[in-house]
């Protein structure tokens, strides 16, 4: 069953929502107002919280034109079920007599907990129906009271904010991105973030939308205008402001005080008094009232009601450092120490006469004036006597001044002085200094709080300016524009304030760095796999301190694969398997880079014990005699021999893989395909066709290696596969001047020929010779020898027997090797392919 309480909240909540609270827009009087306790003298704006005791001097200050009169009344609470005594209202008549004159001076009462002043315009029984009615129903203007100083509190953060929002863009709209969040932080404003995303001109009415929505709820102004009531807990009011349709969401706390003083005073309309609440802005001694509806000096009279502090214990601001832990420079020249946590320190005069104390080396103590400063999020300090001083290095100072009457103690700062400091750039950011970009790095010093700027010098000594910040007490990120740059030496210049010389950082700009895609090797052996581009600028690698340098850079499929060998073999031969090990690669110009690495399991391994080379039946008909053992005839059959070392046997499903250097031609032997048979369980012998398995153009050197099922060991030279041509007869005349003939097929296999093994006048076979016959040199002793195409680097003797010619047929050889050179070189030429 709902109850009629609840009733009653929700139709208020329904009509509340529907119609906004007329807001405070009219100027109302000016009072002035000085609080004195003891000895001690303040001004209104100065004081949060009243005490018994305490004398409230107070004067109308009214213009001399004045036509109505007011009679001021002072009127002191003590709680909602507690009427006030009659001796606790005080009359002064503004328009005549001492109050015209000197105002009117009351003492807070013991027990006394809320103060009200009324302005009600002269009548006859004015004073006494104004009484009346407190004490009749003093539940009311105690809420009354507790509801206008939190309104009053809540309308000078908002009036701080959007003072300060006004400014801004009356001045320089592109901070308000900047400032807008300090301000939010300090006042307890709530900002929309996506009005910093528009343009600097469209952001300051954006973030003026719904002005006193943007109140958030501050649990120190709250406890500030707080006094002892009895009767419920759970007040109508309070109520509202903490649903979601009355607090964040439509209706700020401010709005529900707002409204909630509306509705008490509706109830208190009658034929001869409405009251008007008055909000009071300090303006030091001076309380301006501001109004919601114009007064009237016609029946209904308008009553101003304004309430002073409450009387309670002084709540001191919880105000504390944002970041306790950074570290700031005394010798800026407008020093900022953010603070937050307590909104009334930007928005009045309640915490004055604000010291930021220090103590220097020889137990001397030094304050500066600090001034608490909303658009930059904290106090700031005036660092002009600080130069004269001498606290070392680094000092801790702390804030203390007044919250009204008491002693305050604020929160405590670690202060660096400006000294040369020793800089170096974060791990990893040395290899990001990289030419054609905006490069960021990150420079760290013990502390960084006293850097005044940062410039870039450039290869070619030109000075950039450079965009920084500071992310941690000792670091700050800097953005490099090496867009244009050259590749070499770089100079940063920091500059700290009370440094007269910037100090110099040395760093080093490079040019982009090849790809690395990793590094492999195999547990147990000494040489791995670098793969990636550009792998030409690698000096070394190193991987858990067993260093690797490069060999022979190989392409493959547009990648580089580099072969990297260890210099310690036996460090090398330790090393275990990890899938994911950290390698790092040492470039030419003096750079380290990280590079992924593994180091896979131990793969297979064999020796080679032996290999035969079979001819194909008719035996040699080429007629060449092969100096070289290595060399393999491509109509040949190659037995080979291994012997299985880890693991110590084959399996009957292990393989043997044979390729060219290049891996484009390729073959595997098996026990299935009868290409491989096994011995015994450690010796295997192996039988590969060349012309049956790679076809007539497969040449040059050929390697072969394990396959145990994916898991190969390393590639070993097997032998280097040759073809050669058929030589038929060689013909030479009786002068050994004279060139003989030499016939046979598959001519172009022959790269050049000559008649003595040292080559002496060597005769170069043309490429795409198609003929059958050449001229070749006499023999000058001994056989002819030749070059193959395939391995030009091996002089081999031919097995032809020189026919010799007669005597007679020297002219005739003489023409007819003439002609035959000269049909051999008509047929080279028609062989050959065009240039």
Known sequence: MISRHTFFLFAWMAAAAAAAPAPFDLAGPVFDVKISRGSSTLPAGEVPNLAAGDRIWLKADLPPTQSAHYLMVAAFLRGATNPPPENWFFACKTWTGKCAADGLTVTVPEGAQQVLVFLAPQTGGDFKTLMSAVRGRPGAFVRTSQD??????????????????????????????????????????????????????????????????????????????????????????????????????????????????????????????????ALASHYGDKLALTLNAAPSFHNPLSVLVAALPAVETSQLPPLHAVDPKEIYCARRTELVLPVEGAPLVFSTRYAHDVKLTLTSTDGTSLDLPATADAAQGGYVIDTAGIRAANFGDSVTASLHGYWGFDAYQGPSFRLMNARARTWE?????????????????????????????????????????VDWKSVKPNEVEVKLPLQDSNPGAI?????????????????????????????????????????????????????????????????RAGSDELPMVAQDTQGASGLKAEHAAAA??????????????????????????????????????SNIQLADAGELPQ??????????????????????????????????????????????????????????????????????????????????PLANLVRLPALKELKCPPTPELACKLVGTNLFLLDSIAGDSEFTHPVTVPEGFLGSALPVPHPTAGPLYV?????PQVVNPTLLTMQQLPAAADDAGRNEARQSAVRSDSQGAAGSPPP
């Open 584 to 621: 790092k690669v040492s470039l030419l110009d003096g750079r380290s880079l990280s590079v992924p690495a593994s180091i896979n399991a131990p793969r297979p391994r064999v020796a080679l014990i032996g290999k035969s080379v079979q001819a194909s039946a008719p035996a040699n008909d």
């Open 491 to 555: 100079t940063l210049l920091v500059t700290q304030y009370g440094l007269t010389e910037p100090q110099s950082v040395a760093l080093h700009a490079f040019a982009e760095a090849g790809r690395f895609d990793g590094f492999s090797i195999y547990a147990g052996e000494s040489q791995g796999t670098l793969k990636g581009s550009r792998l030409d600028e690698v000096a070394s690698l190193t991987i858990k301190g067993v260093t690797f340098v490069p060999g022979e850079l190989l392409s």
């Open 148 to 277: 206008l100083n939190q309104a009053t509190l809540d309308r000078a953060r908002l009036e701080r904010y959007l003072s300060a929002i006004h400014l801004l863009n009356g001045t320089d709209p592109a901070k308000l991105a900047q400032v807008a969040p300090l301000l939010a932080r300090s006042l307890g404003i709530k900002v929309d973030e996506k009005c910093l995303d528009r343009l600097p001109e469209l952001q300051a009415p954006c973030l003026m939308q719904g002005q006193e929505s943007l109140i958030l709820n501050d649990g120190h102004s709250t406890s500030i205008v707080e006094a002892l009531t009895s009767g419920p807990g759970s007040d109508l009011a309070m109520e509202a402001s903490f649903t979601p349709q009355l607090s964040y969401g439509y209706y700020s706390p401010y709005i529900a005080s707002v409204l909630d003083i509306a509705r008490i005073f509706e109830s208190f309309g009658t034929a001869q008094y409405q009251y008007i609440p």
């Open 425 to 465: 750039l974060a791990a990893g950011d040395d290899a990001a200094l990289i030419i054609g970009r905006q490069d960021t790095v990150h420079l760290r010093a013990d502390s960084v709080g006293c850097v005044d700027g940062i410039m870039l010098k450039d290869p070619a000594g030109k000075e950039l300016k």
């Open 635 to 716: 109509d040949a059959s190659l037995v080979f021999s291994i012997r299985a070392q880890s693991p110590a046997v084959f399996a009957r499903d292990e393989n043997v893989d044979v390729a060219t250097i290049d891996e484009t031609s390729a073959t595997t032997l098996s026990v299935a395909n009868g290409g491989l048979t096994l011995e015994n369980a450690q010796v295997a012998v192996a039988t590969l066709n060349p012309a049956k398995a790679f076809g007539p153009s497969t040449f040059g050197p050929l390697k072969f290696r394990v396959n145990a099922k994916g898991t190969t060991s390393e590639w070993q």
């Open 787 to 791: 070059k193959l195409r395939d391995n």
